[in-house]
T-cell receptor, first 115, second 113 residues
């Protein structure tokens, strides 16, 4: 079974600055996907970014990018030019396509954006 | 594309009552997932459907929990004889046949008194 660990329960960043959220995972599978989801106070889970394990190139979506280190099983999220609307709980998740096909989530990082 | 919808958004019930939640996935998404989320935690997988077939249900929390997707479209999650420990947010997600990315609904918040 896979596990996902987010070691930073809370993080804060100044508006317009850059912040990096950490995530490590553990799986013995070779075919998997990694995701970052955002859950604002309204609690709707929103997809931020996705990374296929077989791709070496780090995924990027506008101000959001990842640093995927497959050998180290690390998957960090970088948010550039932070905005007040980025404040939310961020969850890292791992999906194994060949098994139970469930997302396994970390415990989350609460991000505060300071004006 | 209207997104995943869930009803009701909130449910308050008394211990021992049965409750049923509904999830409507994104149209043409053939996969549907149920998760439970307690306060301050990440979602926990419960069960998964591909079309009308329930392919994984071993993670359902007890035999009081059951889910159906009779025609491969909407799904229902039923909790029988609710207990206070069932109080949580119940999330539904769906994904398409050619993309494993899951899109979540707004959830149903259950409070058992």
């Amino acid at each position: 079974a896979q596990t996902v660990t987010q070691s930073q329960p809370e993080m804060s960043v100044q508006e317009a600055e850059t912040v990096t959220l950490s995530c490590t995972y553990d799986t013995s599978e070779s075919d998997y996907y990694l995701f970052w989801y955002k859950q604002p106070p309204s609690r709707q889970m929103i997809l931020v970014i996705r990374q296929e394990a077989y791709k070496q190139q780090n995924a990027t979506e506008n101000r959001f990018s990842v640093n995927f280190q497959k050998a180290a099983k690390s998957f960090s999220l970088k948010i550039s030019d932070s905005q007040l609307g980025d404040a939310a709980m961020y969850f890292c998740a791992c999906f194994i396509s060949g098994s139970a096909r469930q997302l396994t989530f970390g415990s989350g990082t609460q991000l505060t954006v300071l004006p | 594309d209207t997104g995943v919808s869930q009803n009701p958004r909130h449910k308050i019930t008394k211990r021992g009552q049965n409750v049923t939640f509904r999830c409507d996935p994104i149209s043409e998404h053939n996969r549907l997932y149920w998760y439970r989320q307690t306060l301050g935690q990440g979602p926990e997988f419960l069960t998964y459907f591909q079309n009308e077939a329930q392919l994984e249900k071993s993670r359902l929390l007890s035999d009081r929990f059951s889910a159906e997707r009779p025609k491969g479209s909407f799904s229902t999650l039923e909790i029988q004889r609710t207990e206070q420990g069932d109080s949580a947010m119940y999330l539904c997600a769906s994904s398409s046949r050619d993309n494993w990315t899951q899109y979540f609904g707004p959830g149903t918040r259950l409070l058992v008194l």
